[in-house]
């Protein structure tokens, strides 16, 4: 069974910046795809960004430019570097995975970590 543990969270003024990482044990990571997804209380799932096994990433519109995904497959960790903070970003982040290619729909992936608050204050 994959498991996958997320950390980096915190508190950060907007302006600031934050990087989460996400480890993941029990898949070859190497041919794993992984996604990140924040949640706000009363509302869906949103997709974050995204990045597959070969290297290949996606971001949503609303974070494009302003976060980073990356993968260390040695550490078998993603990361996700989050600067330009705003308010709006105030959410649970989570991290998932799946084979194949990544996308942004989570309805494509299996397991998920218990998530890391990432709060954004004015």
């Known amino acids: 069974q994959v498991q996958l543990a997320e950390s980096g969270g915190g508190l950060v003024q907007a302006g600031g910046s934050l990087r989460l990482s996400c480890s993941v044990s029990?898949?070859?990571?190497?041919?794993?795809?992984n996604a990140w997804f924040r949640q706000t209380p009363g509302k869906e799932r949103e997709f974050v960004s995204a990045i597959s096994w070969n290297g290949n990433t996606l971001y949503a519109d609303s974070v494009r430019g302003r976060f980073t995904i990356s993968r260390d497959n040695g550490k078998n960790t993603v990361y996700l570097q989050m600067n330009s903070l705003k308010p709006e970003d105030t959410a649970l982040y989570f991290c998932t995975g799946k084979y194949l290619r990544a996308t942004s729909t989570p309805q494509d992936y299996e397991y998920w970590g218990q998530g890391t608050q990432v709060t954004v204050s004015t």
């Open positions: 029990g898949r070859t990571f190497s041919s794993y795809s």
